[in-house]
């Protein structure tokens, strides 16, 4: 079955590089995208392939509306670069690297974007809940539209997971922006116009160059329109990014800059097959916080303490230590382990390793901390039972079985005395 699916994916990814190269329809623009060349790299023929001139560092070279997969790294067994057509200053047109050129006048893209791989945030949910079918939740279309997808490939009568070969990728690089994966080999290419850097954005205007789409109604493909431009905006929180498309104040989705072993986790989960999970590393924001924990065991957990203030878990022992999250006030806690004894800011206490209820681990000051007791009584009047502790104004029998306020038991006593004086007074008076 895995060398079935192996074999789907390779179809798959050659019909991608060959549909790209024969259909991709260009893009014509008064003005035209310029490039420069950065480092020396060989001009190869838009039709054969083939090698037909080196281009040297410091050229200039114009975009010519096209965008594919680089099918030199394919035959090479290397995948996930891309070639664009371009235009020499001499006039001779070919596909050239994209990483070998950098848009004239703009600013190259940082190393922790454009190294990275961008998915959708919520693919943590799968590796949380571990179960492929949670992905339904947030990609539907697996349900809807893969029975119709499939009637246009070779390969048929595979579960659905079976084609699910890579999550969705935003792929963002100098010169271009990829979304990829969408169904099955779906993808839509921009070639970017402009791109502006600073340390909490990226702002990148694009036209849309090319859409392969075996479901043409599915989200991402009815949102864009090949040869129209658009402009992103990537607000960047740490290994977290949310994408703006245009002047729309509300984002399109939040994406995660994970590494290729959290890919493959994912889609070993969706495709059912065993995951280690030790392995993983969890995006962090920029403060340090994560918004999915580790996935824990909580059969076990009882809780023994709450919080009695917002309180930071840490990695470890020490406030310097990464931050895991903040628990809010009154959050229930189970205590695993003490540590050191630490003086912060005049006040000491221990730190201790807590399981928080909502289910994260770490390290916290325990001055923050209170345990949770058990009423130590409780009495029954009519059918309601009410607990209370022993700190309450009550008076209790020596078995403790029994209990009445110490007012009732005033009240009571007054009311014999009452009662007692009225019979003596009667009794006077029929001696008279």
Not at 35 to 44: F, K
Not at 146 to 161: D, F, Q, R, S
Request: hydrophobic share 40%; charged share 20%; aromatic share 12%.
């Amino acid at each position: 079955m895995k060398k079935v699916f192996l074999f789907a994916f390779i179809m798959s990814m050659l019909c991608n590089a060959i549909f790209c190269d024969d259909t991709a329809n260009e893009i014509t623009q008064s003005n035209e995208i310029v490039y420069m060349v950065i480092q020396e790299s060989r001009l190869d023929d838009p039709e054969t392939g083939r090698g037909i001139a080196i281009i040297s560092e410091g050229e200039q070279v114009f975009y010519q509306g096209r965008i594919k997969v680089s099918t030199r790294n394919i035959r090479s067994g290397v995948n996930g670069t891309n070639e664009i057509l371009v235009r020499t200053e001499q006039g001779q047109e070919g596909w050239i690297e994209a990483n070998h050129i950098l848009l004239k006048d703009n600013q190259p893209l940082s190393s922790s974007v454009a190294a990275r791989r961008w998915i959708f945030s919520y693919y943590q949910d799968i590796i949380f809940e571990r179960q492929g079918v949670a992905l339904y939740k947030y990609e539907p279309f697996w349900l809807d539209d893969y029975n119709e997808a499939v009637k246009y490939t070779a390969i048929g009568g595979l579960p659905w997971w079976g084609f699910f070969n890579n999550p969705t990728e935003f792929y963002i690089r100098n010169n271009l922006v990829m979304i990829k994966a969408i169904l099955l080999s779906d993808y839509i290419d921009f070639a970017t116009t402009k791109q502006e850097q600073d340390n909490t954005s990226i702002l990148i205007q694009c036209i849309c160059t090319y859409k392969r789409s075996l479901c043409p109604q599915s989200h991402w493909n009815t949102i864009f329109n090949t040869g129209e431009m658009y402009q992103f905006v990537f607000k960047i929180d740490g290994d977290y990014m949310d994408v703006f498309l245009d002047d729309n104040p509300v984002k399109i989705c939040t994406l995660i800059g994970v590494d290729d072993y959290f890919m493959n986790v994912v889609t070993g989960i969706v495709q059912g097959e065993y995951v280690d999970l030790t392995r993983i590393i969890w995006p962090r924001r920029a403060d340090g916080s994560m918004d999915y924990p580790p996935p824990l065991n909580m059969s076990n957990y009882i809780a023994t303490h709450r919080t009695t203030d917002s309180l930071r878990l840490q990695d470890s022992a020490n406030t310097a230590a990464k931050l895991v999250t903040t628990l809010p006030r009154n959050t229930e806690v189970q205590v695993i382990e003490t540590g050191s004894i630490s003086t912060i800011s005049g006040i000491s206490g221990s730190w201790v390793k807590v399981i928080s209820s909502t289910g994260y681990t770490g390290w916290c000051f325990d001055v923050h901390l209170e345990e949770i007791k058990k009423p130590d009584i409780s009495y029954t009047i009519g059918n309601t039972a009410t607990e209370v502790s022993q700190t309450d104004d009550f008076i209790q029998s020596d078995k403790g079985s029994q209990s009445l306020p110490f007012g009732a038991l005033i009240a009571i006593i007054g009311g014999v005395v009452v009662v007692a004086g009225g019979v003596v007074l009667f009794i006077v008076k029929r001696k008279k």
